[in-house]
């Protein structure tokens, strides 16, 4: 709930930007550590979702690792505080250069997506007379049901190692002589609603164990990646990771000694931001009413590239409800945030929150059309 007298500081503020509610912030936190602590599992921040400075530094405090995909993000999660010994390094394209850096900082692990790449984090190691310790990211096959865009663990999936591929990979590792398995690793996408998607990932992982352990292979880390979702429609809602650690917790067979790892995004950092605007006009189409704001796509893409649905609020009317179009100012007929939704009356100047924005909005903004990028508001400030 963004209460009013927010909503009266907003009306002094330049927009659009974002706001970040930092309380919503630190009580999911609050929530994940009691979890992860009560059931032993190690959690990494996805630095992807979102990496304000702030944020990071925030949700370092608590502990966490960080999960990485660049050295660039590798970097400003250690400038935040996270531990280079707790970070994880993703990516089905690593390059030389973000490896060589990594290795520098000694990180956790690399979590690899092919043998090609491993054979090259050997080679780099090997110039540093470092030893890499990597998982294999697998392929493990399920449908998460979610956007296209956003599975990353089918068959046709460019992510992980093909499950076939595994023996070639496992007979090539003793020849790597800086390279260390330690793990396996799966992420088969985001904003994964359907708890029975992670029970179907469980019960792979558990095959898997059994497969790992047949050949005498030791792994101390089961990483299940991230992917739990929240619940767009109730952007007051906190995503509930009692259930999503309890099945967990009942459906996958750790060995003695393993310890099981995740990287949460979405869930983490979703709910406490909104994408904060302004109502520019007011425009008659030939059958919508088009609510046009400054903010646009290049803030926020995630309706323009996944057809993402986000709720729509107008914070200053409480006049008759009508049914508009919200759009931005872009020159792409995609940068719509929302088309047919009731808003009360709504007038040029009205502030506008798009909420459920702190996930994937501001990590992804552009500078397309030369726009500024949306700077951020914290809740702890006003
Ligand atoms: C490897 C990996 N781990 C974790 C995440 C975080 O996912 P989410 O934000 O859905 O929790 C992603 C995001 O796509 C990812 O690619």
Redesign the pocket.
Known sequence: MINNKTIEKFREIETPFYYYDLDVLRSTLDVVKKESENSGYKVHY?V??NSNPRILKIISSYGFGA?C?SWNEIAAAIKAGFSPSEIVF?GVGKTDKDIGAALKEDIFCF?CESLQEIEVIDQLASKQKKTARIALRINPYIEAHTHKY?T?GIEESKFGINTWELEEVIKRLPSLKNIRLIGMHF?IG??ITRMSVFKSLCARINELQIWFSSRSIDLKIINV????GIDYENPDKSPLFEDYFSLLNEFIDLLPGQTLHM?????IIGQCGSLISRVLFIKNGSNTLFAIIDAGMTDLIRPALYQAHHKIENLTSAGNIYRYDVVGPVCESSDTFAKHIELPETRRGDIIAIRSAG?YGEAMASRYNLRDLPPSVFSDDL
């Open positions: 996805a992807k979702a999960d995909v993703a979590n956003i990353t992420h985001s904003q990646g991230g992917g739990f990287e949460p995004g979405r869930s996930a």
